[in-house]
């Protein structure tokens, strides 16, 4: 089982709310990575967690906060986000974060901010 | 650092026909590991093929194969019998020892019935 899965799969929020993401893996991966994906463009890399301790921040902005509860659960907490923040949102794992890694991605997460 | 290029933007195909997407990379490393991806309107990236740089046999899976060129930096993958649900965003993506995984920027597949 390759399974990832993203909830919700759509999100519309104005930009004094707070609202999260989530992800969750039942493949024993520890290994966790958020992206986000504007149309038509690759996905870039925000953050990623390995045994649960935040290992990578790509410069991403405080607005964005991360949260990985357990080795299966990955959270990332909106607040005061900017109408460019809209994205698709993808989270993925993978078995250790090692670059011999395959990561499996889930289906995301479409986030409009008004 | 580590590039990726793919130079097709967009590619059609025949259903049942074959087409072959491109893909370049650059990197200094000996160890890493090479990826096709494919993003359907569903908007799932879904693992299409795996090449690992130190195995000189191509990978395949089923309809799908890769031409790795070590030598040349090059990793396009052909697919077989193209069919409808082929149709999708296609992006070539590579990984070395402490790097991220490094996309291109994607070439978007058509397949017409």
């Known amino acids: 089982d390759t399974e990832v899965t993203q909830t919700p799969k759509h999100l519309v929020m104005g930009m004094t709310n707070k609202k999260s993401l989530k992800c969750e893996q039942h493949?024993?991966?520890?290994?966790m990575y958020w992206y986000k994906q504007k149309a038509k463009k690759p996905p870039e890399l925000m953050f990623v967690?390995?045994?649960?301790?935040?290992?990578i921040n790509e410069s991403v902005p405080s607005r964005f906060s991360p949260e990985c509860p357990n080795s299966s659960l990955l959270n990332l907490h909106l607040h005061a986000l900017q109408p460019e923040d809209s994205a698709l949102y993808l989270c993925?794992?993978?078995?250790?974060?090692?670059?011999?890694?395959?990561?499996?991605f889930g289906p995301g997460t479409r986030l409009t901010v008004l | 650092a580590q590039t990726v290029t793919q130079s097709q933007p967009e590619m059609s195909v025949q259903e049942a026909e074959t087409v072959t997407l491109s893909c370049t990379y650059d990197?200094?490393?000996?160890?890493?590991?090479l990826f096709w991806y494919k993003q359907p309107p569903s908007r799932q990236m879904i693992l299409v093929i795996r090449q690992e740089a130190y195995k000189q046999q191509n990978a395949t899976e089923n309809r799908f194969s890769v031409n790795f060129q070590k030598a040349a930096k090059s990793f396009s993958l052909k697919i077989s019998d193209s069919q409808l649900g082929d149709a999708a965003m296609y992006f070539c993506a590579s990984r070395t020892s402490g790097s991220r995984l490094t996309f291109g920027e994607g070439t978007q597949l058509t397949v017409n019935p």
């Open positions: 990197t200094s490393e000996s160890d890493y590991y």
């Open positions: 993925a794992s993978s078995q250790e974060g090692d670059h011999t890694d395959t990561q499996y």
């Open positions: 967690y390995s045994y649960e301790k935040l290992s």
């Open positions: 493949m024993g991966h520890r290994a």
